[in-house]
């Protein structure tokens, strides 16, 4: 048996209509396709994310792994398809419509893009915090309204211990490494305790020592309860803490992956590179 045969395999994927929606699904993502006017980024993608589960998304350069989580975060909306997500009262998979960042933050969905968006003279505190800072009670009139800081302090120290991390609140955000910064980048988004947070490239601009934090990251995020879905250019880094990956190219979704120990590298690359290619 090949290796490709001892895999646990689904390909053609994009030529499905309809997923079935697993009990474990909480995000389900069906026939969904992005045009840029003449250029076809995504096309017939349908993919579904179990719940607490750490999902990574491959491809190579232009594939549309930056579209499918821009899709998936509201930034862009998509050409076409449909998106559900598991509602956590009824448990059942609900239509929702991502045409906005706030759309998807509603839906539960938090996304930390490659740049992580922080403002770097300020604090850590404040990054935390950024655009959902809570003001103190008891002070009336808005020009008297004042930030409650230590607050803001305590929660950013517990957020960041959540992950693994102990930064001080009020350090400056531009003096801590890459990967202290993409733990603040990460600790915004779970204050609003979101059920899928995405990961894009959170290792790209990150140490060796400090890319094993990130994936360490990954992995508390995991045992709190969440659905991650990271995007890497390092395949080592799926193998070390995905449960599955999905592998676009050309904007399609070409195959999926368990990584239960039967997968390789070479597998990996094949399905990447179309040197394998599945009926
Ligand atoms: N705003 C845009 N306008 C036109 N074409 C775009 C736009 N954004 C992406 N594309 C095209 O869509 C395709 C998918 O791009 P995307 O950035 O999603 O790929 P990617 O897998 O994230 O690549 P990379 O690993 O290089 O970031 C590429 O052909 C790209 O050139």
């Given amino acids: 048996m090949s290796k490709a045969d001892e895999s646990t395999v689904t390909s053609d994927l994009s030529a499905a209509t309809e997923?079935?929606?697993?009990?474990?699904?909480?995000?389900?993502?069906r026939n969904v396709s992005k045009h840029y006017g003449g250029v076809v980024a995504l096309e017939d993608v349908s993919l579904?994310?179990?719940?607490?589960?750490?999902?990574?998304?491959v491809g190579d350069n232009g594939a549309g792994k930056s579209t499918f989580i821009k899709l998936l975060s509201g930034v862009i909306p998509a050409t076409s398809g449909e998106f559900y997500m598991r509602d956590p009262e009824s448990h059942d998979l609900e239509q929702i419509v991502l045409e906005s960042p706030a759309m998807a933050k509603r839906a539960g969905i938090e996304t930390v893009f490659q740049d992580m968006s922080l403002s770097f003279q300020h604090d850590v505190a404040a990054n935390v915090f950024m655009g959902r800072e809570p003001l103190k009670d008891g002070l009336s009139g808005k020009l008297f309204r004042r930030l409650d800081r230590e607050y803001m302090e305590q929660r950013s120290i517990e957020a960041l211990d959540e992950i693994g991390f102990e930064i001080d609140p009020n350090a400056i955000t531009e003096e801590l490494s890459?990967?202290?910064?993409?733990?603040?980048?990460?600790?915004?988004a779970l204050i609003s305790d979101p059920r899928v947070v995405i990961l894009d490239e959170p290792t790209a601009e990150v140490s060796v020592e400090g890319s094993q934090k990130i994936l360490d990251l990954i992995e508390e995020l995991q045992a709190s309860g969440k659905t991650v879905i990271f995007i890497t250019h390092n395949l080592q880094e799926v193998f070390?803490?995905?449960?599955?990956?999905?592998?676009l190219r050309s904007g399609s979704l070409v195959a999926e992956l368990e990584n239960d120990g039967t997968i390789d590298r070479e597998e990996l690359v094949g399905h990447m590179t179309g040197a394998i290619q599945q009926e």
């Fill in 19 to 29: 997923q079935p929606a697993d009990d474990d699904t909480i995000l389900s993502v």
């Fill in 178 to 188: 890459g990967g202290q910064q993409q733990a603040i980048a990460v600790a915004r």
């Fill in 48 to 57: 579904s994310i179990k719940e607490n589960e750490v999902l990574s998304i």
């Fill in 240 to 247: 070390d803490v995905a449960d599955r990956v999905a592998v």
